[in-house]
């Protein structure tokens, strides 16, 4: 799970702000404004965090909280503690004056209630409290095991175990009504006696103060007709700053199902996205590190709401060069960089580009052919009609193909040989007619039959039981990992179990049984299998027990008649164009495969703890998308003809650091398939495969179980995760051997009738050979200094076939070759 926790004592107030910071942050405001602009206290219990903003002249928004002056008249009404926290003391009236540098600003205050007796709350307090505390995290007392004898539910999400655990286990001995300040529930939470997890919250903080009383109070629990949180809103939703104001206070207020509202700010868990840019305190005061942008999480009980704040710093000199925008694409992305004060790179060169293009579009180098025609093109659209043709190839199918098989799993040891040759050829088949991803993705879902003769069907021998099919959906066409879902309420996203079995409850009525007339073997073993729906069949809570329905996630229940099929309700939902969930996914997953990244990374985990790099950029995307019928070549073409495709990979001294907003292209190692393919393209030595025609390249390749030695090395996935990360990137040990000493490359290099054993038989020129040779390796000519090494070197060599073959393995061995630039 990509999201940082933390696991020691957590603070209890803002950070000190230095008195330089404090008159630079608070500068010249034109005007301060605070929120809520009244406020109503009602009873001892309630609370209110004001969130103080300065505007200023340039429109720029602080935040003000921790800096401005606070004073209340009159005294003794309400407690104003640190960080502008207002707290009851007696009834009546009185108004907080705000004020920073001459400006000013006042909040009514009402208190009434304050004679009624107001118990704490074991559910919507107590269990709130341990949440800030991170007592019920996964890594101490929310483990199913628990820890040391103690057992919470996973952030709270069943308080009745937690009411019976605490009160019931071990005798009572965490929790002692006759003696309530010795309960080892307070004492270790405190810090009052060892503990391993230390201190978790402080004994005058709220989450203290909410268990002391509890306790006290003896031990109650709530009555069965407690509202339940209805919804949660967190001010501001949404914040730009600015240096110097690196600071924002967060106010959270709940609103429960009979419409009443109170302040859970001290009650809330907050988390930040990225640790590295920015933290956030218990209190919810946010401090930027640097410039950059993150989700800030605050969860209250079982709601979550995500918060996305974005803090720039000036860069000395910077200005905006203001580069060609050719579609959306690049309003979208040129717009973040300029906010970002990221200079994109320039455009990258013909020579750079043409290789980039067929690999990303088609999986393969241009031929020397191929790479001379481009460059020797003058015609100033030439990129775009490249563009155009590539898509149009066979090899665009071949290449897509294998992507969709690698994550739907086509693999020999599930659905046997003949089942993922049949698969491999109905997605090619439909990449070649370019059939809409939407009709792809319902012939998946509704899949019927042999599965042999509906090569689809096999989805359902992959992954069989409810619960798998419903991880596997969600993951592969909404980009939603559910799978935390499974055993307890999601910890840091708003899936819960009712989302994930309501989900699985689509696929409750599928049903395998063998085809005995298809694929049957001497002894008797049958390797095809026939899906249908059954009449019958339902999915359980297992918690509740409850019966579920199927449910469209982030929606509701669905309204499925008994006669409906309710794969294909599902399909008609996943698949329409109102569904955010599957465009984004969709065009997000193409992006990343042709741009290196995703625009939420990693491609198939969207979720709000892991936010868009640009929700514009997106949003845009996915919307042509479906305006576009879900076409994958239109949407290829339009990120490839963009100018953010196609910048150079060479760096400026403003995006250097940049990995994440696309200011320059990525630099990443080639597939195993690409790279097999390279060095057989490079030495024309074809590789042959077992079993399949001679010609057949590894990007065609029907199955991930070849067992080809090079094609493992560099990442080949066993296409055993509906994931793209199986498909390993990253350099190891094992590829360097086979690039220096390995048999692949040493046939291919040394094979008497390569590439360069053709050149010497024609009795060419040292630099036509060498010529040749760049241009079949790396799609240009070699440059000056590299001609005139790689000349020296032959010229001084008496075997010219083995200098010529150093030159070949220097190739192969190239960053340039290795890499897509």
């Known amino acids: 799970m990509a999201f940082a926790l933390a696991t020691t004592a957590p603070a209890f107030a803002a950070p000190p702000v230095e008195a330089e910071e404090r008159k630079a942050v608070i500068g010249q405001p034109a005007t301060i404004e605070a929120f809520p602009q009244t406020v109503t206290l009602s009873g001892v219990r309630d609370a209110r965090q004001l969130v103080v903003n300065g505007k200023y002249g340039d429109g720029s928004v602080r935040d003000l909280t921790g800096v401005v002056d606070l004073k209340v008249e009159p005294a003794g009404v309400v407690d104003l503690q640190e960080g502008g926290y207002l707290r009851p003391k007696k009834n009546g009236n009185a108004t907080v004056t705000v004020r920073a540098n001459g400006k000013e600003v006042r909040v009514a205050v009402t208190v009434a209630g304050m004679d009624k007796v107001t118990p704490v709350s074991f559910r919507r307090d107590v269990i709130a409290a341990m949440n800030v ?22 952030r709270g999400f069943d308080p009745a175990a937690d009411y019976l655990q605490l009160t019931r286990e071990q005798f009572g001995r965490r929790t002692g009504k006759h003696d309530p300040e010795q309960s080892l529930l307070l004492l270790k939470g405190v810090g009052r006696v060892p503990h391993e997890g230390g201190q978790r919250f402080g004994a005058t903080s709220v989450p203290g103060e909410v268990v002391t009383a509890w306790l006290a109070e003896g031990l109650k629990d709530d009555a069965p007709t407690l509202p339940a949180v209805k919804k949660v809103e967190v001010t501001p939703p949404a914040r730009l700053l600015k240096a110097p104001s690196k600071w924002q206070q967060l106010g959270v207020v709940a609103t429960f199902a009979d419409d009443s509202q109170r302040d859970v700010t001290r009650l809330t868990n907050f988390s930040s996205s990225d640790p590295s840019i920015a933290d956030v305190t218990p209190t919810g005061m946010v401090e930027f590190k640097r410039s950059g942008e993150v989700a800030i999480l605050c969860r209250y009980l079982e709601e979550l709401v995500a918060v996305r704040i974005t803090y720039l710093e000036p860069r000395d000199g910077f200005v905006w060069p203001k580069p060609t925008e050719t579609n959306f694409v690049d309003t979208h992305t040129f717009a973040k960089l300029k906010q970002m004060s990221i200079a994109p790179s320039e455009l990258s060169e013909d020579h750079e580009f043409v290789r980039r293009a067929y690999l990303d579009c088609i999986g393969r180098m241009p031929t020397t052919d191929e790479a001379k025609a481009f460059l020797a093109d003058k015609d100033a659209k030439k990129r775009d009609k490249l563009i155009d043709a590539l898509v149009d190839t066979p090899e665009f199918a071949d290449f897509w193909a294998l992507k969709w098989a690698d994550v739907l799993r086509s693999s020999r040891k599930t659905i046997q040989v003949k089942g993922s040759y049949g698969m491999q050829a109905w997605l090619r088949g439909h990449f070649l007619k370019n059939t809409p991803m939407d009709k792809i993705v319902q012939e998946v879902i509704t899949a019927n039959g042999n599965s042999y003769s509906n090569p689809p069907a096999n989805y359902y021998r992959i992954a069989k039981d409810p619960t798998a099919l419903a991880e596997t959906t969600a993951q592969l066409f909404l980009g939603v990992r559910m799978q935390c879902a499974k055993c307890h309420n999601h910890p840091f996203e708003r899936w819960s179990q009712d989302d994930y079995y309501g989900m699985a409850a689509w696929f409750a009525r599928v049903r395998t049984k063998p085809e005995p007339t298809i694929g049957a073997k001497p002894n008797g073993a049958v390797t095809a299998e026939v899906v249908f729906t059954a009449r019958d069949g339902e999915v359980n809570q297992p918690r509740t027990g409850k019966q579920m329905k199927p449910r469209y996630i982030g929606t509701g229940d ?32 193409v992006w990343f495969h042709l741009m290196g990244k995703g ?21 845009a995307l996915a919307k042509d998308f479906a305006k576009n019928k879900f076409d994958m070549k239109v949407l290829v073409k339009t990120i490839m003809k963009s100018r953010t495709y196609q910048l150079s990979a060479q760096p400026n001294d403003s995006n250097r650091d940049d990995n994440k907003y696309f200011s320059h292209a990525v630099t990443k190692l080639l597939t195993a398939e690409q790279l097999l393919d390279a060095i057989c393209d490079f030495t024309a030595m074809p590789e042959k495969f077992a079993g399949l025609p001679v010609g057949t390249r590894a990007i065609q390749l029907p199955d991930g179980e070849v067992n080809h030695p090079f094609l493992k090395a560099f990442g080949q996935p066993a296409r055993e995760l509906a994931c793209e990360c199986e498909r390993e990137s990253d350099g190891n040990l094992a590829q360097a051997l086979q690039l220096i000493n390995g048999p692949t490359v040493n046939e291919k290099v040394r094979g008497a009738n390569n590439r360069l054993g053709k050149l010497l038989a024609a009795k060419m020129k040292d630099d036509e050979i060498l010529n040749e040779l760049y241009f079949a390796a790396l799609g ?19 075997d010219k076939r083995k200098a010529w073959e150093d030159l070949v393995w220097a190739l192969v061995n190239t960053r340039e070759f290795l890499f897509r630039h």
């Open 133 to 154: 505390g991170g007592c019920n995290m996964g890594a101490c007392h929310g483990t199913p095991s628990g820890k040391n004898g103690f057992k919470l539910s996973l």
């Open 558 to 589: 669905a309204d499925v008649k008994p006669s409906e099929d309710r794969r294909a309700v599902l399909a008609a939902w996943l698949t329409s164009s109102e569904n955010a969930f599957f465009s984004k996914s969709v065009a997000n997953r």
């Open 780 to 798: 240009r000519a070699p440059f000056a200094d590299e001609k005139q090494i790689a000349l020296d070197h032959v010229a001084k060599r008496d």
């Open 599 to 619: 625009i939420v990374d990693p491609v198939d985990d969207f979720r709000d703890s892991n936010p868009s790099c640009n929700d514009e950029l997106l949003d």
